[in-house]
């Protein structure tokens, strides 16, 4: 049998074991725990295996150091402009001083999760309604802002604040609705207008620039006519009474050529004597060679003078 110092000697032993076991501390990895001596804070734990003095430290509290979620519940708002919107999110943020999260505020999600509903109504409040819905960026930035701001005391980092959903009541949507109709049918109004309004500019430059070209061609016309007609008059002068023949008979074919070719007429009346042509022809040129005297004998010579057609009446 034992005798009472042996029994001594275990329990003792086993009193130092539950002492050791009770001063070694495992903390898990993404963990830090704030040791409190009689109440008082005094040191953080990391992860890993760590020992405290029994029966004097405690662990305090254990805080969460990786990057946690916190969704915003679904809560109304009213713009600026009196519209009135639910809006709800979701927060990201990370634990980076232990002692400070674990001390510095009672309820740490909670006091994060009703800065952050504050401040969307404070910054959504401040806006319009179309701001509201085209800016949703610029109010996930300035939220991201204020709330680090006011929760970097607490010793915890806000890396992300977003705005899931911004619902506005049905009527308002349809009204969104009817608006966003009219303008794209304003749009479609201007696009047409400006669309005709360039196409009138075209074609009056066109017919511009068709009458330019048409005064143009006149112009050439008229230059080449007097040009022919002064080819003629000076070789009339000079004697030569076959251009004269030649001009007569041109002008003549040409008139009977747009009276034949006249849309409106459907009987072309013809002259008597069909040849009186070539010897009006060569009526013109014997005045002609009485007029210029014996300047034209070279030509005269030369010249054979057409025979006369008799014309038999029917």
Known sequence: MLAGFDIV????????????????????????????????????????????????????????????????????????????????????YQVLNAPQAAYQVAGLQNAILNLTMTNIRTVMGSMDLDELLSNRDTINERLLRVVDEAAHPWGIKVTRVEIKDINPPANLVESMARQMMAERDKRAQILTAEGLKQSQILEAEGRREAAFRDAEARERAAEAEARATQVVSEAISKGDLQALNYFVAQKYTEALAKIGSATNSKVVLMPMEASSLIGTLGGIGEITKEVFGNGGGAQRQSGARPPAVRSTDN
């Open 9 to 92: 000697i275990v329990v003792l032993a086993v009193v130092v074991l539950l002492v050791l076991f009770a001063g070694v501390k495992t903390v898990p990895q993404g963990f830090n725990y704030t040791v409190e001596r009689f109440g008082r804070y005094t040191r953080t734990l990391s992860p890993g295996l760590n020992l405290i003095i029994p029966f004097i430290d405690r662990i305090g509290a254990k805080m969460n150091m990786m990057e946690q979620v916190l969704d915003v519940p679904t809560q109304e708002i009213i713009t600026r402009d009196n519209a009135i919107v639910a809006v709800d999110g979701v927060a990201f």
